[in-house]
């Protein structure tokens, strides 16, 4: 069983569906501290030296393994910058659960700087869930500012969803990947920000070797007075596929602000961006409502599934 | 079940008022399966969604069960019995068919329920159940999704908008069966389509025709879709209208 309190089982079911000691390699971080690690016979997981963080090894050809490195935080004040590297070994298949948690109560900000460097191998496959989370009524602000960095070998695959749940004050996410020959890079990224939030997102997709690809998709709903900045940027160095969406829905008094870019620095790059915003449809609420539901619940219905 | 009295419905055009509706009476009772035609423009839909709460009237009232629901809110009348099938189905990102046929049912069914409303319309629900109910759908199988949500509902009076409109013709004889189905389960409850379509109209107990917002005639089916069709007494009347023209 988990000797954490009510809070942090709370936060890391909300982050990374975990009730129990998970299966596999793990570490769970609650208040800076790692309070509960576990390596596997393929996955190893090391404390960094001089930073906080760690490396986490994963044997070339590992199969059907599970890595949970969850952070949660529910003391007031904590302000924090861990560095987690990943060396996916050729040929692994692996899943990787990341996510943080804060529930702040107090009068302090509570910040969470995650930095997360993925050094990927031939043919290997990676799938990575990163779920954010804020809770609690203090007056000081719940804060998550992750890096990741991707960089890609020949022919490997890397499927990240990476998700602002709720509760997030502050963030400003940085995603960078670079990605060799037949490298194929999936993002999925669902951004939710409500009241006076802020949320920017930066991503920059390096496609520098031939045929190798990226699909990055951001959906995002501003409500209340928040304001959110999607700037995606894939570049095309060789011959190669990209296409960047920014989809989102506008709300209340919500502000967002998307910025495309595409660079061909190659005769055989196809690269193509769509991006949307708008409020939500009045005849999707009506549609809704034909099936019973309120006019809230119709909201928060497509809501929902738009952030699914 | 449903009485419609003196019912008015009007728009702003060019800042006068434009009657679309206009004074309209009609019943409609319990194990029936009526249908509204008439020409384009004729203010069927516009009906239809009056029924459904999705217009409110100028004038009139309308009773549903015995209780005046004019005023009632689209949710409420959907909680009273009363369904609605868009004839231009509504997309929606992130939303599964099987989401919205639980949403429909009010229940949460299982894949294997939910796929039996998709099997009755003529779709494979096995390749349908996790699909967003997005644009990566055809229209015809967006159509049939909808009527599909509209099944899961139950209602005690279901309105079809143009259930026909962008099927394929397959689809059309499925959708035709599913209606005669319907219609052969129906005790306490109601269907009524709003359609341009013979065979539509050949399945129906009651016929309304509409045009330009006032309802010009309503009898059996037998007695009705002979006129509408060109048989009968329409091909007597046009024949003695142009008496000598050769017309007909």
Known sequence: ?308 | MLEIKNLSFAVDADGKDKEIIKNISLEIPDGKLYVITGPNGGGKSTLAKLIAGIEQPSEGTINFCGEDVTFLSVTERAKRGIAFAFQQPVRFKGIRVLDLIRLASGKNLTPAQACSYLSQVGLCAREYIDREVNASLSGGELKRIEIATVLARNALLTVFDEPEAGIDLWSFHNLIDVFKKQRDEIKNRSILIISHQERILSIADEIIVLRDGELIRQGEREEVLPDLIGTSSAVKECRGVTQGVDQC
């Open chain 1, 1 to 308: 069983m988990l000797n954490l309190s009510a809070t942090e089982k709370f936060l890391l079911n909300e982050i990374a569906d975990i009730n129990d000691v998970p299966a596999g390699a793990f570490n769970i971080r609650s208040n800076s501290q790692s309070v509960l690690r576990q390596s596997s016979k393929n996955v190893e997981i090391v404390s960094k030296e001089g930073v906080s963080g760690m490396d986490i090894f994963i044997k070339p050809g590992t199969k059907g393994e599970q890595v949970h490195i969850p952070v949660v935080i529910s003391e007031s004040g904590i302000k924090e910058k861990v560095y987690n590297d990943f060396f996916i070994g050729d040929n692994a298949d692996i899943l990787i659960v990341a996510g943080c948690g804060i529930d702040n109560c107090g009068a302090h900000d509570s910040q969470h700087d995650g930095i997360h460097r993925f050094y990927v191998g031939k043919n290997a496959k990676v799938k990575y869930v990163e779920k954010h989370y804020g809770s609690g009524k203090g007056a000081g602000k719940r804060i998550l500012n992750p890096v990741t960095e991707v960089y890609m070998e020949e022919n490997s695959a890397v499927e990240m969803e990476m998700v602002q749940i709720k509760g997030v004050d502050d963030t400003k996410r940085s995603t960078i990947a670079d990605l060799k020959a037949g490298a194929k890079l999936v993002v999925r990224e669902r951004l939710m920000t409500h009241e006076e939030q802020q949320a920017y997102s930066v991503y920059t997709v390096n496609l520098n070797g031939k045929d190798s690809s990226a699909d990055v998709v951001s959906r995002g709903v501003a409500r209340d007075n928040s304001y959110q900045k999607l700037d995606l940027k894939i570049v095309g160095n060789a011959p190669c596929k990209g296409h960047t969406e920014c989809d989102s829905i506008i709300m209340d008094s919500g502000r967002i602000l998307a910025v495309p870019a595409l660079e061909a620095n190659d005769v055989d790059c196809s690269l193509v961006h769509e991006a949307a915003i708008g409020k939500i449809a009045g005849e999707q609420i009506t549609k809704l409502m034909t099936l019973g539901l309120t006019e809230a619940e119709a909201e928060e219905q497509i809501i929902n599934g738009f952030l699914r």
